[in-house]
């Protein structure tokens, strides 16, 4: 079982996966941690479960609880739109993804280190 600590870690780790790191992986890169990582690390480490355990134990405030959950409503709403779209760079222009990864940007420039 994981600490708290390496949960916050790997917490910290997906949102920099989705941030405008994301941008700067060759397109096998990009497709991989869109489409692998992202989609299992979003629904564990920004499920409402992991993100009470977080404002509970006073690693997040409320509002970066609240963006969490935009952020990770925002890629599962569009996952099945990045799968289905074969040009990386459509979803890489895309309105949604970049909202996504300045939503990222954002979240972690909030949290405490």
Same mark, same amino acid.
């Given at each position: 079982?994981?600490?708290?600590?390496?949960?916050?870690?790997?917490?910290?780790?997906?949102?920099?996966?989705?941030?405008?790191?994301?941008?700067?992986?060759?397109?096998?890169?990009?497709?991989?941690?869109?489409?692998?990582?992202?989609?299992?690390?979003?629904?564990?480490?920004?499920?409402?479960?992991? $993100?009470?355990?977080?404002? !509970? +134990?006073? =690693?997040?405030?409320? /509002?970066?609880? #609240? @963006?969490?959950? *935009?952020?990770?409503? $925002?890629?599962?709403?569009? !996952? +099945?739109? =990045?799968?289905?779209? /074969?040009?990386? #760079? @459509?979803?890489? *222009?895309?309105?949604?993804?970049?909202?996504?990864?300045?939503?990222?940007?954002?979240?972690?420039?909030?949290?405490?280190?």
């Amino acid at each position: 079982m994981l600490t708290i600590d390496e949960r916050y870690e790997i917490f910290k780790n997906t949102l920099c996966k989705c941030s405008s790191k994301l941008l700067n992986k060759n397109n096998e890169e990009f497709k991989y941690l869109l489409f692998e990582d992202l989609a299992v690390e979003i629904n564990s480490f920004l499920h409402d479960t992991a $993100l009470d355990t977080f404002i !509970e +134990e006073g =690693y997040i405030d409320e /509002s970066i609880y #609240n @963006k969490c959950i *935009e952020l990770r409503d $925002l890629y599962l709403n569009e !996952e +099945e739109n =990045y799968m289905s779209l /074969s040009d990386v #760079n @459509k979803i890489r *222009e895309s309105t949604k993804f970049n909202k996504m990864i300045k939503l990222a940007d954002e979240i972690l420039t909030m949290l405490y280190v």
